[in-house]
């Protein structure tokens, strides 16, 4: 006869205080924001932690009750959730082109749309229904969190000022915008140089963001 595989159990602690947060699919903690997720039939036990908290960073331990015990450890990274915009703070055009601004920010919005993330010219909300026309945005979700562009065709010198993403759950970001009527070459700069930068911590485990993290055991 077939010998009963034996049972493990899986818990996940948090090392600052040694508090057991989950053991098994029960949860041991007053803070609703923690929970653990189990998809049957894997062998994940995902500590999910919902509203992450700068306070919430720290080292956090997955632990099964073989003999002898295995642990797990993982570093969670909270950073504040903000927009950058890509290149220079300060972005030339020429008149009649186009002005190219891309806009990242590091956390996700459900589901990404062009709500999520507001563009201003000035003091006033790009309004891109304005008989000026040629105006648009494409907003995307990534895998670090959501991307906005906005294109303004047809470059005018009224199209001078400072732009501004405003995501609706991270800090907005700016750039000055000056559209030049002649050439001047050693002024030019493209408005869509990438940029590189840190969106999100990576860690051995599944991406971490502001809002909404997963701690993932196996």
Not at 79 to 98: F, P, R
Request: one cysteine or more; a negative charge.
């Amino acid at each position: 006869m077939e010998r009963p595989q034996p049972f493990y159990n899986v818990s996940w602690m948090r090392k600052r205080d040694l508090h057991i947060l989950t053991s098994h699919i029960f949860t041991y903690t007053g803070d609703a924001r923690f929970s653990v997720l189990h998809p049957e039939p894997s062998d994940d036990w995902d500590l999910k932690v919902d509203y992450v908290q700068p306070r919430d960073a720290g080292v956090y331990e997955c632990q099964i009750n073989t003999e002898p015990k295995i642990n797990m450890a993982v570093v969670l990274n909270v950073e504040a959730a903000a927009a950058t915009i890509w290149g220079s703070q300060d972005v030339y055009v020429k008149k009649g082109s186009t002005i190219s601004l891309t806009c990242s920010v590091n956390v996700h919005s459900s589901p990404p749309s062009s709500a999520s993330v507001l563009w201003y010219h000035g003091n006033s909300v790009v309004d891109f229904d304005s008989p000026r026309g040629g105006i648009s945005l494409e907003t995307e979700k990534t895998e670090g969190g959501t991307t906005s562009k906005l294109l303004v065709t047809k470059a005018a010198l009224a199209d001078s000022g400072n732009y501004t993403c405003v995501p609706n759950n991270a800090h907005p970001a700016s750039v000055s915008v000056h559209v030049l009527n002649g050439e001047h070459p050693a002024a030019m700069q493209t408005s869509n140089r990438a940029a590189s930068y840190l969106l999100t911590s990576q860690l051995s485990c599944p991406l971490l963001t502001y809002l909404l993290s997963s701690l993932t055991c196996r």
